[in-house]
Nanobody, 123 residues
């Protein structure tokens, strides 16, 4: 199971930290991705992490502004979002995939999803 938290309303240029708490499995054996979906748009992967492979990925749209990390003791993945823009407004989901697909950006390769958390960037 995956449970996201930390979304909310923030002004442009502000920051938020999203959390994805995992239960029932260890982050050592899976990769976790953050996807987002804005109204009328397709779901897109913005960042992924594979602890066991020491691998991180960021989409061009968030590179330099977002940072993904994980706490093994808490079995939680975080997404630190800085310098937020209006175009970052979306529902953010975390999802799990096997290490075989750790570099996949396709939602079809992810078998466990959280319920999503809304991020709204607006003045």
């Amino acid at each position: 199971q995956l449970v996201e938290s930390g979304g909310g309303l923030v002004q442009p240029g502000g920051s938020l930290r999203l959390s994805c708490a995992a239960s029932g499995f260890s982050l050592d054996y899976y990769a976790i991705a953050w996807f987002r979906q804005a109204p009328g748009k397709e779901r897109e992967a913005v960042s992924t992490i594979s602890i066991g492979e020491n691998y991180r990925y960021y989409s061009d749209s968030v590179k330099g502004r977002f940072s993904i990390s994980a706490d093994n003791a808490e079995n939680t993945v975080y997404l630190q979002m800085n310098s937020l823009k209006a175009e970052d407004t979306a529902v953010y989901y975390c999802a799990r995939t096997s290490l075989y697909y750790s570099d996949s950006l396709s939602a079809a390769h992810y078998d466990c999803w959280g319920q999503g958390t809304q991020v709204t960037v607006s003045s």
